[in-house]
């Protein structure tokens, strides 16, 4: 999950604009700091939510590899999961907003961004929730700060 989460954000995040001739972000190498707060756990098994709060506030840095095509596509055809979607997504005067939306067999996860950007950074802040499950029993709710930059105009063999 905390691998989808980081996903999204950066996929969210990795975007600078949607009207007309907006520019876009660099491609190359990008590194990605995020940080989770767990708010809430109801009937989650103890060993679990043991786990989480002890991983919870710790950053965690993921590098990427963003090619030249991917960068010029934009977030609306990037989601991590093919049962997520991007939906109301907003960039304008470097500040974004987006929001995405999950069904994993019952359990429905949102996600909802906001932040600023620009060709070679970006920070953003959100908050996910979730609910359902198979059997109805597993629902969080946790925010996160996310940011990220460019650390080189081509990727290396660790973002690849």
Request: proline share 8%; aromatic share 4%; charged share 20%.
């Amino acid at each position: 999950m905390a691998r989808a989460i980081f996903a999204t954000a950066l996929a969210i995040g990795m975007a600078s604009g949607v009207a007309a001739a907006p520019p876009r972000i660099l491609p190359g190498e990008w590194e990605t700091s995020s940080s989770v707060q767990m708010q809430a756990m109801p009937n989650m098994p103890p060993q679990v939510a043991e786990m989480m709060r002890n991983r919870m506030g710790k950053p965690i840095v993921v590098r990427s590899c963003i090619t030249p095509e991917e960068a010029a596509r934009g977030p609306e055809t990037r989601s991590p999961d093919s049962k997520c979607k991007l939906v109301n997504i907003s960039y304008a005067a470097g500040r974004m907003t987006s929001e995405m939306q999950c069904n994993h067999d019952g359990q429905v996860t949102r996600m909802k961004m906001q932040g600023s950007y620009s060709p070679t950074s970006y920070v953003m802040d959100g908050q996910m929730s979730s609910s359902g499950g198979r059997d109805g029993s597993m629902g969080m709710a946790m925010t996160m700060h996310v940011t990220g930059k460019r650390v080189a105009p081509v990727c290396s063999a660790k973002s690849k």
